[in-house]
């Protein structure tokens, strides 16, 4: 095998992603902290970016800006789930009210 069939074959190696695999892992509420929950966030919300660029989106500067919001808006569930504040978390309430008052 020459030089250029190695270098061939490097090309088609797929490099995954170092994510931290949380498969059938319970946290406990009490002792779960911030970080967890971002690094959790984090993993969903990459998986959802590639799931859209993968049925053909566009992937760019507008979408990365609501994405972030996404993510921000997974990371204060998860806290609101184990009681603990995420400043948005008045926004959604707030929003909330509103929409009940118009039903």
């Known amino acids: ?4 069939d190695k270098d061939d074959r490097l090309n088609d190696v797929l490099i ?3 994510i931290k695999k949380y498969k059938n ?3 406990d509420p009490d002792n779960i902290c911030k970080e967890d929950i971002d690094i959790l966030s984090r993993h969903y919300v990459l998986q959802l970016k590639e799931h859209f660029k993968n049925h ?3 992937i760019d500067n507008s979408f990365n800006k609501d994405l ?4 921000e808006a997974i990371k204060s569930m998860l806290l609101r789930s184990v009681n603990k504040h995420h400043k948005l978390q008045e926004f959604v309430d707030e929003i909330q009210g509103k929409l009940k008052e118009t039903e």
């Open 1 to 4: 095998m020459g030089k250029e």
């Open 16 to 18: 995954f992603p170092l």
């Open 25 to 27: 892992i319970k946290f």
């Open 56 to 58: 053909g989106f566009n």
């Open 68 to 71: 972030s919001f996404t993510y």
